[in-house]
């Protein structure tokens, strides 16, 4: 785990699996106004993990922001399943998606962005998404799509 502090904000980088062992759930928090968490080297997460991380949310400071960056698709299938994986205020602020090419089946792994491929519901409008288009397979030139169900992968914007 990295951390970097520049005064109220907090940059933390996690690697490997989150269960008991993971060194965020011991990190004070309180003094911070903004939490950026990135999960790009996450590899799974196990259920005492699970609860561990539900725990360790509750103690985000209520006045703080949470952003999870370059969220693996294990943790955004957490996401959608688990209720209160994230918690009310925090924003995905982007994931790593699969994709799949249609001619010869080469997986690539997409980065999606909020307010470029998704936007959050709020009071005023409603969720959206617009996924990359016209993405090419690195190997044969052919269409990649995207390797997941879309609607229910995103299930995340609606507002709880
Ligand atoms: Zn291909």
Avoid at 19 to 48: A, G, H, M
Avoid at 91 to 105: K, V
Wanted: proline content about 4%; charged content about 20%.
């Amino acid at each position: 785990m990295n951390t970097k502090i520049n005064g109220s904000l907090i940059e933390i980088s996690l690697e490997g699996p989150i269960s008991e062992k993971t060194s965020l759930f011991d990190i004070n928090l309180q003094t911070y106004k903004e939490i950026k968490l990135n999960l790009s080297k996450v590899t799974f997460i196990n259920s005492i993990g699970v609860k561990n991380w539900i725990l360790w949310t509750l103690r985000v400071p209520k006045n703080a922001k949470l952003y999870l960056e370059e969220c693996p698709f294990v943790i955004v299938n957490q996401v959608n399943i688990v209720h209160g994986f994230v918690p009310q205020g925090a924003a995905i602020t982007s994931f790593l998606a699969p994709y799949l090419c249609d001619s010869c089946s080469h997986e690539q792994i997409v980065k999606l962005s909020q307010n470029v491929h998704y936007i959050y519901a709020s009071d005023q409008s409603q969720a959206s998404i617009k996924l990359p288009e016209d993405l090419k397979c690195a190997k044969c030139g052919g269409t990649m799509e995207p390797d997941f169900i879309v609607e229910k992968t995103f299930s995340f914007l609606k507002k709880s």
